[in-house]
C-alpha cells in the first residue's frame, strides 16, 4: 500500500507541472508528509507520503515581511515576471476576488420582527391581544348597536397597536444603516491595478488581482492588495498609511530583502518592505508581488474586527430591559390578585352567568395592566434623546445613534487616538534654529538660538519670535534666514492651496479647510514656514486690489492669496533644473537651481535632511547676519547638544543647508559650462547627477544655514479639556500607533502627564509589550490613571476597549479618525469620530461624530449626556409615579368592590395624552449646577433608587385613594352608604337606591358618568401638579420654580386643555367624543371638590423633597463622595 500512495504522490506531482496547460490550480504542496490541495485555503484531500519540499501558501498565517523574498518566490510558486493569465484565472477560483466581503443584511420583515423583541414593547403587545379578545367576547354578548360596541370596545387594543407600529417604524428606520462601515470600507479599495501577466504591463480591475501577482505602483496610486515590494523603480518610495496606522508622517519603503524584519509579526508601522492595501504612494514608483488579497489583507482584518466588534447595551437600555422585566412579573401578580380577589363577586346577578362575571373582571385585570404600562414612555425617551441631539448639533456634535446620547452620561473612560484627536493631525514647523554669532565665552552671547514659529495646520498666518520675517529676508538677501526661506520653498515638491469659497459660516457646515496642502506633510509644514518668513512677496492684494503687509494679514484676506505667494515667488525667481532625490543612505534630499540676475544669480544647491548625516557633509556655516564661517569641532557640539535636545522633546528635526556657485564648480568641474551653452544641453543628463551613488559627494562641502523642528502639534484647547475631564472623574487613555518618544511628549502638552520636573513616573506601553504580561497585571494597569499605549495596532484598541468593558465595568468611550480606529469605535459604549479629518469607515462605525474634530467639545457632549440623563431621570420617574397613582386606584377600588372609577380608555388617554407633553417638557430642564464637578455615576445604578421608589409610592397611594375618595364622594351625596356602594352588583336585590333612579342607570349608565368624571378629572389634575413639581427631582418649588423651564408651562397647559375639550365637549357641540370616553361637563362645585382633593399632593411633594434632602446630607457626612480619578 505504501508503494502505491508513493507512485500515486507522484503522478499527482507531475500532473501539478502541465497544470497550466489544464487549468487546474497549482498551488499543490508536499508538507509534513502529505500531499495537500487548497481550495480557499482549506485542506480537500492528504496522502501519506515522506518527502517534504516547500511550505505551503496560507493566506492567513503568511508573515510576508519577515519571510526572504527567495523564500517568498517558492511559497507564492511565482517569479519576477509574475503569472500567466491562466495561472491568474486558476487562484482567483481558488483564493477568490479581491475585495472585501459584506453580510447580507437583514430583510425589512427581520428588522421589523427585531424591534418586538423589547420586553416592554411585548408586554403591550400581549395588553392589546388581550384587550382585543375580551373586547370581542364582549361584543358578541353586548344587545347595544355593533357600531357603537366595536368602537368603544376596540379603540384601545388599536390605539395600542398604532403607538407598537409607529414604534417598530423608527427602530427599522434607524436599523438602516447597520452594514455602513463595511461599505465605506469597500469604498478605500483601488479600483483599478497595473500588473504584469504574460510578462506584460496591463491595467485590470483590482479585484481580479491574485497572491503572486506582480504589480506597478506610482505616485497617487492607492495600493489595491497587500504586497512585498521587490524593486524600485525611483530613489525612494514613500507611502501614507496614516488611515491604516493613524502616523501622519509618510513611511519610506525599501524593496526585496532591505526591508526585511528579522522578527516575525511585527506591527504594520514596523514593516519597511510591505504595502498594504488602501494606503497611498506619495513618491516615486516601484514592483511588488501581492502576497494578500481581499479578506485576508490588513483591511480585511479590520473589516472581521468591525464585524466581530460587539458594542454592548447603553446603560439605559439595560436599565429599561430590567424594568421590564420587573414589570412584567408585577403586572402578572396584580392582574392576577385582582382576579381571584374578585372571584366571588363573579356569581353576582348581574351578571347572566358565571363566565360574563369573569370576562368582566378579566376586563378590569386588563385595565389595570394598562394603568401599570407607561405607554407613552418609549415616545417619550425618543423624543427626549432626539431634543438632546439637536442642541448637541449646535455644539457640534453629530449624533448617528440616539441611544448613545444617554451613554455619555456615565462615561468613565475615554480611550483617545492621538493622531487627529488630540493633535491637528498636520506637520508643523514649531521651531527654527539659527546660528546667531561667534561662540565667545569673553563676550557672551548665545551661538545657537532658537525661534519658536506662531501658528498651527497649514495656514501661513503667524510669525517667527524674534525675527523681522519680511524685513530680513528682503533687505538681508544673503543672511541665513533667506537662506532658510529659500530651502524651505525650493527644497520641497509640496504646496499649500488656498479654498476661497470658505467663510467663517460655511467652515462650520461643510468642515472646509481654508489651507490644504498637496504633497508630504513634512514638506508641507516647511513650505508653510517660508511663508511665515516672507520676503520674496513682501505685499499681497486682497481681493480689491489693496496692499496688505503679511504681519497684519487677517482671514478676510482671501486664502488663495495667502496660500503661497512666497513659495511661488521663489519657484518662479529660481527654476529648478535638477533634483538629487531622497535615498536612505544619504537621508536627504537637494535641487539644482538657477538664478541669473540680481544679488543671488547664478546656481545654487538647497538641501534638506537628516542632521547628523548633513551635519557631517558640511564644512561651513552661515550666521544670522550672513557671514559664512567654518564649521569647528566646538560648534559641532553645542549643534549636536541642541539637537538631543529637539528630539527628546521630540521634534522631527532638519537640517537645512546651501551650496554656492563656486563651490559647485569644484565638485561638477565643467558643469557651469554647460549652464552656459544655449546649444540646448540637458542639465539632468550630467553624468554627476544621473548617478545616485554621486549624489553624497555632490552635497559635500555644504554651508550649514539652520534646524527646523517640525511636529503633530497638540490642539491647544485640549489639554483644558482633559483638566475638565479629571475634574469629572473621567480618565483618558491615550492609545496611539505612534512610537513611545512621540506619545509621550504629546501626553504631557495635553496633562495626561504632568510635567516633567513632577517626578511622576512614566507609564507608557507598546502594545505587544502590554499584552505579553500577566492578566492580573494588565488589570492593575488599566485601572490606574496617566495611561499611554503605543505602538499600538488595531487589534490592540479593540482588545483594550473589550477588557475595559468586560474585567472593570467601565463605560468606554472610544475617540478615533483613521480606519485602524473603526474596530474599536465599533466596541466601544460610545464610539467618536472626527468630522473633519475623519475617514468615512471612522465616521460610519461610530455613535457620534465630532463635526470640529476638537477633543474639548467631548466635554461639552458629556455635560449634555449628563444633563439629558437627569432629566430622562426626571420625567421616567414623574410617569412611573403617575403610573403607581393609576394602579392605586383600580387596586384600591377593586378590593373595596367598588363600580370601576377609570376604565381602560380613561387610563390610555391618562397615560398617552396627559402624561406625554408634561414628560416630555421635562427634557428641557436646565442642567443642575455643578453638574460636571460630579464623578460619573455607576453604570448600574438604577433610574429609580429605593428613596425615589419609596416616595413615589406615597404619592402614589394618596393619588390612588385621592382619585376613589371623589368617586365615593359623590355617591355618598346621592344617600348611597359605603357598604351600598361595596355591594353595588346586588342594588335591586338586598336595596334598592333613593329616588326614581335605576340600579342599572346609577352604576352601568349616565349616572356613573359623572363620579367616572371626577375621578378622571382629580387624576389629570394631580398629575399636573406632580409635573409642576418635578422640575427639580430634590429641591424645592419656592427654589427652582416652572418658570425655570417655559417648555414645562406648555406640557401642562396643553394637556389640561385637551382634557378640558374632551370634559365639555358636549358643550361644544362633539357629544359623540364625551360618549366614547364616557364624560359629563363639571360644574364650579365639581371643580371645588376636583382641586380639594388634588391640591395637597403639592404639599405632600414639597414634604418628601424636604426629606429627601435631610436624608442625602446625613448620607453625605456618613460616606465620603465617591473621588474622581486624578491623571
Given at each position: 500500500?505504501?508503494g ?5 504522490a507522484?503522478?499527482l506531482v ?7 496547460a ?18 480557499n ?5 492528504q496522502?501519506q507520503?515522506?518527502?517534504p ?7 492567513t498565517?503568511?508573515d ?8 517568498l ?9 509574475g ?12 483564493y ?6 459584506q453580510?447580507?443584511?437583514l430583510s ?32 358578541r354578548?353586548s ?12 379603540v ?22 447597520a452594514?455602513?462601515?463595511l ?11 497595473t500588473?504584469?501577466r ?5 491595467v485590470?480591475?483590482?479585484?481580479e488581482?491574485?497572491p503572486?501577482?506582480v ?7 492607492k495600493?489595491?492588495?497587500?504586497a512585498?515590494?521587490i ?14 496606522t493613524?502616523?501622519s508622517m ?8 532591505q526591508?526585511?524584519l528579522?522578527?516575525?509579526n ?7 518592505g ?10 516615486g514608483?516601484g ?12 483591511f ?7 464585524t ?13 430591559d430590567?424594568f ?9 401578580i ?7 380577589v374578585?372571584?366571588?363577586?363573579m356569581?353576582d ?10 370576562l368582566y ?16 414612555l ?7 434623546l ?6 448637541m448639533?449646535?455644539?457640534?456634535v ?15 473612560v475615554?480611550?483617545t487616538d492621538?493622531?487627529g484627536?488630540l493633535?491637528?493631525n ?5 521651531s527654527?534654529?539659527?546660528m546667531?554669532?561667534?561662540p565667545?565665552?569673553k563676550?557672551?552671547g548665545d ?6 514659529i506662531q501658528?498651527v ?20 538677501p544673503?543672511g ?12 520641497n ?6 479654498n476661497?469659497?470658505?467663510?467663517e ?20 509644514a516647511?513650505c ?17 486690489g ?8 487677517h482671514i ?7 496660500a ?5 515667488a ?7 533644473v ?6 536612505r ?9 538657477n538664478?541669473r540676475?540680481?544679488?543671488l544669480?547664478g546656481?545654487?544647491l ?10 557631517e557633509r ?6 544670522r547676519d ?8 566646538e ?12 528630539a527628546?522633546r521630540?521634534l ?7 551650496k ?7 565638485s561638477?568641474?565643467?558643469f557651469?559650462s ?14 554627476l547627477?544621473?548617478k ?5 559627494h ?9 534646524f ?5 502639534p ?5 489639554a ?8 469629572a472623574?473621567?480618565?483618558v487613555l491615550?492609545?496611539?500607533g505612534?512610537a ?5 511628549a504629546i ?7 504632568p ?13 505587544r509589550?502590554?499584552f505579553l504580561k ?34 472593570l ?6 475617540t478615533?479618525d483613521?480606519v485602524?480606529?473603526?474596530?474599536a ?10 468630522g473633519?479629518?475623519g ?15 476638537n477633543f ?11 444633563r ?5 431621570q426626571?420625567?421616567?420617574c414623574f410617569?412611573?409615579?403617575c403610573n403607581?397613582g393609576?394602579?392605586?386606584a383600580i387596586?384600591f ?24 407633553p408634561p ?23 438604577p433610574i ?9 409610592c406615597?404619592t402614589?397611594?394618596?393619588?390612588g ?14 344617600g348611597?352608604s ?8 346586588q342594588?335591586?336585590q338586598f ?11 346609577l ?15 382629580t ?8 409635573a ?16 425655570s ?11 389640561s ?14 357629544p359623540?367624543i ?5 364624560l ?5 362645585d365639581?371643580?371645588?371638590?376636583v382641586?380639594?382633593w ?6 405632600l411633594e ?17 460616606q ?5 480619578l486624578?491623571?
Open positions: 500500500m505504501r502505491i500512495a508513493a507512485h500515486l507522484i503522478f507531475v500532473l501539478s507541472d502541465i497544470s497550466t489544464l487549468a487546474l490550480p497549482r498551488l499543490v504542496s508536499i508538507r509534513g508528509g502529505g500531499v495537500r490541495f487548497r481550495k485555503n482549506q485542506l480537500s484531500t496522502l507520503v515522506a518527502t519540499v516547500v511550505q505551503e501558501y496560507n493566506a498565517t503568511l510576508a515581511g519577515s519571510t526572504p523574498l527567495a523564500e518566490w517558492k511559497i507564492l510558486q511565482s517569479s519576477t515576471t503569472l500567466t493569465t491562466a495561472e491568474a484565472k486558476a487562484r482567483l477560483e481558488q477568490g476576488v479581491n475585495e472585501l466581503q453580510a447580507a443584511p425589512i420583515w427581520e428588522l421589523i420582527l427585531e424591534q418586538f423583541s423589547d420586553r416592554l414593547v411585548q408586554i403591550l403587545l400581549g395588553v392589546a391581544v388581550l384587550s382585543a379578545l375580551f373586547s370581542w367576547m364582549e361584543v354578548q344587545s347595544i348597536d355593533i357600531e357603537e360596541a366595536v368602537w368603544k370596545s376596540f384601545e387594543p388599536a390605539v395600542i397597536l398604532a403607538i407598537l407600529v409607529l414604534n417598530a417604524a423608527v427602530g427599522v428606520w434607524q436599523s438602516q444603516s452594514a455602513d462601515s461599505a465605506a470600507l469597500q469604498q478605500l479599495q483601488a479600483r483599478l491595478a500588473v504584469l504574460d510578462q506584460t504591463l496591463t485590470i480591475p483590482a479585484a488581482l491574485v503572486g501577482d504589480i506597478q505602483v506610482r505616485v497617487g496610486d495600493i489595491p492588495a497587500d512585498r515590494l524593486s524600485l523603480q525611483s530613489a525612494v518610495l514613500a507611502v501614507d498609511e496614516g488611515s491604516l493613524g502616523e509618510t513611511v519610506n519603503k525599501y524593496p526585496a530583502d526591508g526585511l528579522t522578527e516575525a511585527r506591527p504594520v508601522q514596523d514593516q519597511k510591505m504595502l498594504y492595501a488602501g494606503t497611498v504612494v506619495t513618491r514608483s514592483q511588488a508581488v501581492v502576497v494578500q488579497t481581499g479578506v485576508y489583507t490588513q480585511g482584518k479590520i473589516q472581521q474586527g468591525v466581530e466588534a460587539v458594542a454592548p447595551k447603553t446603560p439605559l437600555a439595560i436599565k429599561l430590567d421590564g422585566q420587573t414589570l412584567t412579573v408585577v403586572i402578572a396584580i392582574c392576577l390578585a385582582v382576579w381571584v374578585s372571584i366571588p363577586k356569581n346577578p348581574t351578571f347572566s352567568s358565571t363566565w360574563e362575571g369573569a373582571y378579566a376586563k378590569v385585570s386588563v385595565a389595570l395592566g394598562v394603568a401599570a404600562i407607561p405607554e407613552g418609549p415616545a417619550v425617551i425618543t423624543l427626549c432626539s431634543l438632546g441631539t439637536r442642541r448639533a449646535k455644539r457640534n453629530i449624533v448617528r445613534k440616539l441611544p448613545a446620547v444617554e451613554t455619555l452620561g456615565c462615561t468613565s475615554i480611550c492621538k493622531t484627536t493633535t491637528t498636520e506637520m508643523t514647523a514649531v527654527l534654529v539659527l546667531e554669532q561667534l565667545d565665552k563676550k557672551g551661538f545657537l538660538v532658537e525661534h519658536m501658528g495646520s497649514y495656514s501661513p498666518i503667524g510669525m517667527v519670535d524674534g525675527i523681522e520675517c519680511d524685513r530680513e529676508v528682503m533687505n538681508k544673503q541665513a534666514v533667506a537662506d532658510v526661506a529659500a530651502v524651505c520653498a525650493l527644497c515638491d509640496a504646496k499649500i492651496i488656498g476661497d469659497a470658505v467663510v459660516e460655511k467652515k462650520d457646515k461643510d468642515n472646509v479647510k481654508p489651507f490644504e496642502r498637496v504633497g508630504e506633510p513634512t514638506e508641507a516647511l508653510v514656514l517660508a511663508e511665515k518668513l516672507g520676503g520674496m512677496s513682501h505685499y499681497l492684494e486682497d481681493g480689491d489693496r496692499k496688505v503687509d503679511r504681519k497684519g494679514l478676510d484676506v482671501a486664502p488663495s492669496i495667502l503661497s505667494a512666497n513659495v511661488d521663489w519657484r518662479s525667481s529660481y527654476p529648478r535638477a533634483t538629487l532625490e531622497f535615498s543612505d544619504r537621508k536627504s534630499m537637494s535641487v539644482l537651481c538664478y540676475s540680481g544679488l544669480s546656481n545654487r538647497y538641501v534638506k535632511g537628516a542632521p547628523n548625516l548633513l551635519l558640511c564644512t561651513n556655516v552661515k550666521l550672513g557671514t559664512v564661517v567654518k564649521l569647528t569641532g560648534m559641532r557640539r553645542a549643534i549636536e547638544i541642541k539637537l538631543s535636545d529637539m527628546a521630540p522631527r528635526c532638519l537640517a537645512l543647508a546651501v554656492d556657485t563656486n563651490q559647485l564648480e569644484n561638477l568641474k565643467n557651469q554647460d549652464l552656459n551653452d544655449d546649444s540646448g544641453a540637458d542639465i539632468t543628463k550630467h553624468p547627477l544621473s545616485p551613488e554621486t549624489y553624497k555632490i552635497e559635500s562641502g555644504l554651508t550649514l544655514v539652520g527646523v523642528g517640525i511636529k503633530d497638540a490642539r491647544p484647547e485640549v483644558e479639556s482633559i483638566r475638565q475631564c479629571t475634574a472623574g473621567i480618565r491615550m492609545i496611539t505612534d513611545r518618544d512621540t506619545a509621550v501626553a504631557r502638552d495635553v496633562n495626561i502627564f510635567s516633567e520636573d513632577d517626578g511622576s513616573p512614566i507609564k507608557a506601553f507598546e502594545g509589550e502590554f500577566p492578566k492580573n497585571e494588565q488589570l492593575k494597569i488599566l485601572s490606574e490613571d496617566n495611561i499611554v499605549f503605543c505602538r499600538a495596532e488595531p487589534a490592540d484598541k479593540q482588545k483594550l476597549v473589550q477588557m475595559l468593558q468586560s474585567s465595568s467601565e463605560i468606554t468611550a472610544m478615533g483613521g485602524n480606529d473603526a474596530p469605535l465599533q466596541q466601544a459604549s460610545i464610539g467618536l469620530a472626527m473633519i479629518t475617514t468615512e469607515v471612522a465616521k460610519e462605525a461610530a455613535d457620534m461624530i465630532l463635526a470640529d474634530d474639548s467639545t467631548i466635554v461639552t457632549a458629556i455635560e449634555e449626556g449628563r439629558i440623563y437627569a432629566n430622562m426626571s420625567f421616567i410617569l412611573i409615579s403607581i393609576e394602579i392605586c387596586f377600588a377593586t378590593l373595596a368592590g367598588f363600580p370601576e372609577p377609570l376604565t381602560a380608555m380613561h387610563l390610555l388617554w391618562v397615560n398617552l395624552v396627559t402624561d406625554g414628560a416630555t417638557a421635562l427634557g428641557f430642564n436646565p442642567p443642575a449646577p455643578g453638574l460636571m464637578d460630579a464623578a460619573p455615576r455607576p453604570s448600574d445604578e429609580m433608587t429605593k428613596w425615589l421608589f419609596l416616595r413615589y406615597i402614589g397611594m394618596y393619588v385613594l385621592a382619585t376613589i375618595a371623589v368617586f365615593a364622594q359623590h355617591y355618598l351625596a346621592q348611597i359605603l357598604s351600598e356602594l361595596s355591594s353595588w352588583s342594588c335591586g336595596w334598592s337606591p333613593q329616588g326614581a333612579t335605576t340600579c342599572t342607570e352604576f352601568q349608565g349616565s349616572g356613573r358618568m359623572l363620579p367616572q368624571t371626577l375621578s378622571l378629572t387624576l389629570v389634575t394631580m398629575e399636573m401638579f406632580k409642576l413639581s418635578a422640575v427639580s427631582v430634590d429641591q424645592s418649588l419656592f427654589r427652582v420654580g416652572p418658570q423651564n417655559p417648555w414645562l408651562l406648555a406640557g401642562v397647559a396643553v394637556p386643555l385637551l382634557h378640558l375639550f374632551v370634559v365639555y365637549s358636549s358643550s361644544l357641540g362633539f359623540k364625551g360618549e366614547s370616553f364616557g359629563v361637563p363639571l360644574s364650579l365639581n371643580w371645588v371638590t382641586l380639594s388634588a391640591a395637597p399632593i403639592l404639599i414639597e414634604v418628601l423633597k424636604a426629606v429627601g434632602r435631610w436624608k442625602y446630607s446625613e448620607d453625605s457626612k456618613q465620603s463622595k465617591r473621588k474622581p486624578i491623571l
